[in-house]
């Protein structure tokens, strides 16, 4: 369904606080399958609550108004309501009761400010009657308004109890099917994809495909807008199929998956394990993969070895080699890439060495110059890469890229070039 969501507060409007709800209700909402139209913040005013809400109502499926639900004569969401859709408020008495029990310790609190609490609009539909600011559902021209309170874990509470499992049994009215999905590329350009896709943004105007940089990664998102649902998922389908057909290995997953999710996973099925050698990096690697709940299934260890003489004597690189070529070298990756797999008697061992910056580079081996050694059974080889970007971004795409060579392998995808260029 296409929904619009509305935060009220003077102090989201001034600048005070960060408007966090619409922020995480629409990343709830999009992953249950809605499509967020617009999102509107407005002061703890009648006229603009009302002009806000009438302009929602006409323009989405459904509505969520967060905010302004509190005891204090600063919160007019009810009153706006009541106004803007001519709805006379209506005493609950039942609110009040739960309220005024839920409160019985604080007898500081006037039971006229709680009062305010249950004069509700006509028709609301309390969402969870054990809550302490009643929430409550509107169904106005057949389309269901939701008003949450402001407190983030209140509206987060009664967002996912209530708001999604309604909005999935919605039968009312018209509505918009919507089906999505976000695809995550790594090593590939914005443009790159957006040229590869182009012919498919136009085709069917009820299918939209928007690119998004989100670093060190882009991601891809397929929307797909229709009021006939079969119609939603015969489409859908035939683009996700088209999506994948042209970005292949590009694409490394998909939604909420990561890159250290879709290694691991690749590890566990092919019941291979993993250890790692890090210079530039400083454990990020490492991190990355001990993020994923599981990961000491295949994940065995990993040592930073920064100076070279522990280079030397925890993975057993050669003062020669480290002599002749520097630690910023292939042979230098390779060698700690075959110390660690060694070492942790592990099926691939990866490793990373480069120049982070902004210091230590040099015309033949400038800042953002990164060496990977790859050591699996039988092979070993490395891959040179030239990142641009600050200590911090080149740090992060020296891991993920750490983790794109493993995944590499484990597909039998690997790209032979010796030199790629980064992208930020
Ligand atoms: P209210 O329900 O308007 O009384 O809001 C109660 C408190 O919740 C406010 O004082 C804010 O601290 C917080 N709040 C309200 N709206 C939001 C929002 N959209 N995002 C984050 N915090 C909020
Ligand atoms: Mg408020």
Redesign the pocket.
């Known amino acids: 369904m296409l929904g619009e969501i509305i935060?009220?507060?003077d102090?989201?409007t001034s600048g005070r606080?960060?408007?966090?709800?619409?922020f995480y209700a629409a990343g709830h909402l999009f992953a249950a399958g809605h499509e967020i139209i617009a999102m509107a913040?407005v002061r703890?005013t009648p006229a603009e609550i009302g002009a806000a809400l009438k302009r929602a109502i006409d323009r989405a499926d459904f509505v969520i108004v967060?905010?302004?639900?509190?005891p204090?004569s600063d919160?007019l969401?009810n009153e706006a309501v009541s106004r803007a859709l001519g709805l006379p408020t209506t005493f609950y008495p039942e609110v009040l009761g739960r309220i005024k029990s839920q409160r019985a310790h604080r007898p500081d609190q006037k039971s006229r400010d709680l009062e305010k609490l249950a004069w509700l609009p006509e028709g609301a539909e309390i969402l969870k009657p054990e809550t302490s600011?009643a929430g409550y559902l509107l169904v106005h021209h057949e389309k269901p308004v939701f008003f949450l309170?402001?407190?983030?874990h209140q509206?987060k509470e009664l967002l996912a109890d209530k708001v999604i499992p309604r909005l999935a049994l919605w039968k009312g009215g018209f509505v918009h099917c919507v089906r999505q999905k976000i695809f995550k590329t790594f090593g590939i350009t914005e443009t790159e994809i957006n040229r590869k896709l182009k012919h498919l943004e136009n085709r069917d105007q009820n299918v939209r495909i928007g690119y998004y940089p989100v670093f060190p990664d882009v991601h891809l998102s397929l929307t797909v807008i229709d009021a006939d649902l079969k119609k939603v998922e015969q489409l859908f389908q035939q683009y996700v199929a088209e999506i994948h057909t042209l970005l292949a290995d590009s694409i490394f997953g998909v939604d909420e998956e990561t890159m250290a999710d879709v290694v691991g996973r690749l590890l566990s099925g092919q019941g291979k394990t993993l250890a790692v050698a890090e210079s530039c990096s400083g454990g990020l690697v490492a991190h990355k993969i001990t993020k994923v709940a599981g990961s000491s299934q295949y994940f065995l260890g990993g040592v930073v070895a920064y100076h070279n003489e522990f280079k030397r004597k925890f993975l057993g690189v050669e003062n020669e080699l480290l002599q002749k070529h520097g630690a910023v070298s292939g042979p230098t990756a390779q060698a700690m890439a075959a110390g660690i797999r060694g070492l942790a008697k592990a099926d691939i061992g990866i490793a990373v060495t480069g120049i982070a910056g902004p210091t230590g580079g040099s015309v033949e081996k400038p800042v953002g110059t990164v060496f990977f050694g790859l050591a699996s059974h039988g092979n070993t080889r490395d891959f040179r890469f030239a990142f641009a970007g600050d200590r911090w971004q080149i740090q992060e795409l020296s891991a993920q890229t750490a983790l794109e060579l493993v995944r590499r392998l484990l597909l039998d995808k690997l790209i032979a070039n010796n030199e790629k260029e980064g992208r930020h």
């Open positions: 935060a009220v507060g102090e989201l606080t960060l408007n966090t709800n619409s913040t703890d967060t905010g302004g639900l509190g204090t919160d969401t600011i309170p402001g407190i983030p509206m």
